[in-house]
């Protein structure tokens, strides 16, 4: 074989390797991308409604636990909290109201990140865009879960409603200490719910991987003409 027949022999395998190199990182892609990203307007689509759906269950819930203290419990603060209990209301009632506090604010904190996923998830049909399908199914169970925490809690605050207005017909707290104290960990606690959702759920897809993802069966063609090509001329 001449040095001219090397050259071009060599470089053919050279580039036969590269080739399928290259096609190795688009399948990697293509396949990583199907994992975490939506297919298709539809899929968009169907995430979309089901977040509407679950915001909605939340906000009903939210609604019925105001309804049941009569207030927005938005506005109950610490230093209500404090007054209560000095004006001796049960420590019990005061723990079930500082609770549906916590809960409430939960609604806020996952319902402004369902705003924000929600407004992704229109631009990225308007576009055509890939949207990360795992943040907005955790959001989905979290909002579902909390709103049947709250649904629960109503009988609780409509108890503590009635303990707040009249105080000497409301239930003792069998440990007084015990009621004090689990009401103040409830009010130091709360917040993060998000547990670590990110804000930015649009993604593109990769270009290799999306190269795959439409001429497969096109692609798998050439690389085989180009990686068989040169052993049948060698053998």
Known sequence: MSGLELFFDGGATAFSVLSAAAAAVGYKQKERDDAELTQGAEEVTELSGELA???EMTRQAHRKVTGAWSRPLSLFEAKHATSAIDRGIPGWAVACVVKARRLIDEVAELGDLG???GTQLELAQKASRGVLRKPVRELLKKLETLALRLQQHVPC????????????????????????KC????WSE???????LPISIIRDRGRLGDLWRLQEGALLRILGRRIEG??????
Do not use: C, T
């Open 115 to 117: 705003d924000v996923y």
């Open 157 to 180: 605050v409509e108890a503590a409603r009635l303990a707040f207005d009249d105080p000497d017909q409301a239930p003792v707290d069998d440990s007084p200490s015990d009621a004090l």
């Open 190 to 196: 709360g917040g993060g719910q998000h547990g670590g």
């Open 53 to 55: 759906r679950h915001m």
């Open 230 to 235: 040169p052993r049948l001329e060698n053998d």
């Open 183 to 186: 009401a103040r960990k409830l």
